[in-house]
């Protein structure tokens, strides 16, 4: 076979999204937690683009576009927060930041 | 062609993602972030997304990726310590994952007909032309409102992370 | 489709190789340009005027002690000087360099590649160039090249928006994305060029000036001077992963000069038509070369170059003859051009380096973000401002 069925693509994307999810879920410092969600706002694009091929419309490009502006802004905002937190305490763990547990 | 192109990258991406989860160091999961952002924007090329592509190694790869990096060597993140995590929640975790994988691959198949194919060249709308024109067109409002978005993320990240002058 | 793969494969060879002997040599003209603006000889005796100074020097690195400290992160270690220099080579693929030639009946474009992206690989190609820094400096486990990894990234990160805005207003201009066609939009006579035509004589000085600190040049060296933070990010490197920096930087500067040349100074086009006599402008500039050097090397008071400098003579004689030829007028005189105006701008970066003292790091970030970026901005509106108007 010449051609890859659309259907591949999307199985990737949903790979890819539940890697993300799973390094969401399981990993301990913000810094990896962060990436994960990097990762699936990736995964998320791959299956915007995937679609806009699909419905042969351009439209698709243009989410995939704002996804990522909105991406680079909420990584520059999170980040400026993961250094506010280290500066007051000192730790990137996130089990360590239970100040307001009981 | 495109078979081989796409598995290629398509494995690149799954074994830099599960890099990305499975490694201690940051600086290695964020190494392996950006492996996986190379590859998809090849992926992209495939599907006929080039200037998506580009703004993608621009953007994602090449400015975010940069800003992680140096949050990372800024505050010397070292590798994560050992989890206490029972044996049976170890033994499950694998297994069950990829039988989600396998029911979501599985779902996805029965619902796309296999009529719809991917070659390269068979998407031409997505020059930067193409992109510009809806951008400016139909997606104004949008446009106007992410920028507007950026201003405020530039100014809550100074005020984050500036030192007090007293 | 063989012929299209064994001609590609032929000109990668044929790329490769005059693109990696020619930034061995503009580490030689380097070094004669700065010399002679200090008024000294510079390299002068391994070969004829020092042009074996960088076959030694090759010789030299390669045959250096190869170290690999113990407390180095050894993947990242060896990664990043390979990094640095493919993405500094992966620019140059979608250079063009002339218009399409025809070699035995097969016609091709004297380029690697067409993209109609061309622009925006390139920018991508050194977005990626600044994880060769950033990745060194934090390997070496050292702190001078770790402050010296991030001074040096995040520089290269900030000058990159003026330079992407600076980039952007010629392409307001010309309206294309594609190398090939932003020089055939600027073909004709000198005032079609987009540096006088397009009005984008500010996009230029932004440009030029963004590109030396991407390329961390004199006067944005701080990062990687010897007596600042102890050589910066490469002090950890030896032998040929020290080679291959430098080599990547030469790279980038040559990319940078190229893209100035193929936005703004109209590429490989001469500046005025080629009925009105441009054709003779190489012949004429290489007679006179040879004439002053034949003269300087029979004057009697130069008595070590008497030889050298008659030989000298007499190749540029033998260039200009060869400029003449018709028959190979049609590859030669645009690849002469081109060469001419990217040499043009890789000598103001020597001239500039042997002239300028260089800038304390706080006064070059704010120099990028207060200044740079702000005028970047205005001329960006201007120009399209003008375009609306006159549509």
Not at chain 2, 148 to 162: D, F, N, P, Q, Y
Not at chain 3, 147 to 170: F, K, N, V
Not at chain 3, 330 to 356: D, E, N, Q, V
Request: glycine share 8%; aromatic share 12%; hydrophobic share 60%.
């Amino acid at each position: 076979m010449t051609e890859v069925p659309i259907s591949w693509y999307l199985t990737l994307s949903a790979i890819l999204f539940a890697l993300g999810v799973a390094g969401f879920l399981f990993r301990r410092s913000i810094i990896t937690v962060f990436m994960s969600i990097e990762l699936m706002l990736n995964a998320v694009n791959l299956s915007f683009i995937t679609f806009a091929y699909q419905l042969k419309q351009v439209n698709g490009h243009l989410f995939a576009f704002f996804v990522m502006v909105v991406a680079a802004a909420e990584a520059a905002v999170g980040l400026a927060i993961i250094l506010t937190i280290f500066k007051n305490r000192a730790t990137l763990n996130i089990d360590d930041i239970d100040s307001m547990k009981n | 062609m495109d078979v081989f192109l796409f598995l290629v990258f398509a494995i690149i991406a799954v074994v830099a993602a599960i890099n990305v989860v499975v490694q201690t160091h940051p600086i290695s999961s964020a190494v392996s972030l950006i492996g996986v952002m190379g590859s998809l924007a090849v992926l992209y090329l495939l599907l006929g997304a080039e200037f998506l592509a580009a703004a993608q190694v621009i953007v994602y790869a090449g400015a975010i990726m940069v800003l992680f990096i140096f949050v990372i060597m800024l505050l010397n993140a070292g590798a994560e310590g050992k989890r206490g995590r029972s044996f049976m929640v170890q033994l499950l975790g694998v297994p069950l994952l990829v039988a989600l994988l396998g029911l979501l691959a599985y779902f996805v198949q029965r619902m796309f007909p296999r009529g719809v194919s991917v070659h390269f060249g068979g998407f031409t709308g997505g020059t930067a032309q193409a992109v510009g024109r809806a951008l400016f067109t139909s997606y104004l409002l949008p446009f106007e409102v992410t920028s507007l978005l950026i201003l405020i993320a530039i100014l809550g990240a100074i005020v984050l992370a500036r030192k007090e002058i007293d | 489709m063989d012929a299209f793969i064994v001609i590609t494969l032929i000109k990668l060879a044929v790329i490769a190789f005059v693109l990696l002997t020619a930034v061995a040599y503009l580490q030689w003209v380097e070094r004669k340009v700065i010399a002679h603006i200090q008024v000294r000889p510079g390299p002068y005796r391994v070969g004829p005027h020092g042009l074996l100074q960088p076959l030694a020097d090759v010789i030299k690195l390669i045959t250096k002690e190869d170290m690999m400290p113990s407390y180095v992160n050894k993947p990242l270690y060896l990664f990043a000087p390979f990094l640095a220099v493919m993405m500094a080579l992966l620019s140059i693929a979608v250079i063009p360099f002339g218009p399409s030639i025809e070699v035995a009946g097969y016609k091709t474009l004297m380029q690697l590649t067409d993209l109609n992206i061309g622009v925006l690989f390139i920018l991508a190609a050194s977005s990626m160039g600044v994880y060769g820094i950033a990745l060194a400096g934090w390997a070496s486990n050292n702190k001078y090249a770790l402050l010296g990894g991030l001074r040096s990234s995040a520089q290269m990160i900030s000058y990159e928006l003026p330079m992407a805005l600076a980039i952007a207003s010629p392409l307001l201009v010309s309206n294309t994305l594609s190398l090939r066609e932003l020089v055939a939009s600027q073909a004709g006579s000198i005032q079609h060029w987009n540096i006088i035509g397009g009005g984008q004589i500010f996009s230029f000085l932004i440009f030029v000036i963004a590109a030396f600190a991407e390329t961390n040049r004199v006067p944005f060296d701080l990062p990687e001077a010897e007596n600042e933070l102890v050589a910066g990010f490469h002090v950890e490197y030896s032998s040929m992963k020290f080679a291959a920096f430098f080599m990547a930087e030469y790279l980038n500067m040559v990319t940078v000069s190229s893209m100035a040349t193929l936005l703004f100074l109209g590429g490989w086009e001469a500046p005025w038509p080629a009925e009105y006599g441009s054709r003779f402008v190489p012949s004429v500039i290489f007679i006179i070369a040879g004439l002053t050097a034949l003269y300087h090397g029979a004057h009697p008071a130069r008595k070590l170059d008497k030889y050298t400098l008659t030989g000298f003579g007499v190749i540029f004689l033998v260039l200009a003859a060869v400029f003449a030829l018709p028959m190979v007028q049609s590859w030669l005189m645009p690849l002469f051009w081109f060469c001419a105006k990217t040499g043009a701008i890789l000598f103001a970066f020597m001239w500039i380096r042997g002239t300028l003292p260089r800038f304390r790091y706080d006064q070059l970030m704010g120099f990028a973000w207060k200044f740079l970026f702000p005028v970047a901005m205005l001329n960006l509106l201007v120009t399209g401002f003008v375009i609306a108007w006159f549509s």
